[in-house]
């Protein structure tokens, strides 16, 4: 069985990361907004091949501010374009970080399936041979696997 990942961290380097992690939230999360799902649904997205277009908008309504009707405030359009830039910059570092945090947990927890699943087959022909406690482990570890009812086909 062929072993691709191994993971350990220190105390101390447990204790960097759980301190990163309190930094960035406690910065970051008091500036950021959460919305409902009906929220999101309902706003305009600004995606990437969107990002020129508002660029170019703000830029344009700033040089040419006699054209803006009162209604737009051009300075607080330039703010939260600001922010999406600061804020892509961030989530795309953390994006990258968590898809290799989400893969690394995948396999390590595959791996260990894996394994587990042989630990239950060994225990079963241990069971089977009648050695002392296999019984019981492969009994304990059956219960995770719940059965539904066998249907048979009648013809």
């Known amino acids: 069985m062929e072993n691709r990942f191994s993971f350990f961290l ?9 301190e ?10 008091p500036k950021l907004m959460t919305l ?3 929220e ?8 990437d091949k969107t990002v020129a277009f508002v660029e ?3 830029e344009y309504a700033e040089q040419y501010p006699s054209y803006i009707p009162a209604f737009i405030d051009v300075s607080e359009t330039r ?3 600001e922010a999406v830039k600061a804020i892509r910059l ?5 994006q990258r970080l968590t898809d290799t945090l989400d893969d690394s947990m995948l396999l390590a927890g595959s791996e260990a399936y894996i394994s587990s699943l042989s630990v239950y087959k060994v225990l079963k022909n241990a069971a089977g041979m009648g050695q002392p406690g296999a019984e019981e482990a492969v009994a304990e570890l059956a219960a995770r696997f719940p059965r539904g009812k066998r249907t048979t086909v009648t013809e």
């Open 10 to 18: 220190t105390d101390e380097e447990k204790e960097q990361v759980k």
């Open 40 to 47: 999101r649904k309902e706003l305009p997205k600004m995606g």
């Open 90 to 94: 961030y989530y795309t570092q953390l």
């Open 79 to 81: 703010s939260d374009f």
């Open 56 to 58: 170019k908008a703000v």
């Open 36 to 38: 409902t799902p009906e």
């Open 20 to 29: 990163a992690i309190q930094v960035l939230v406690s910065v970051l999360e």
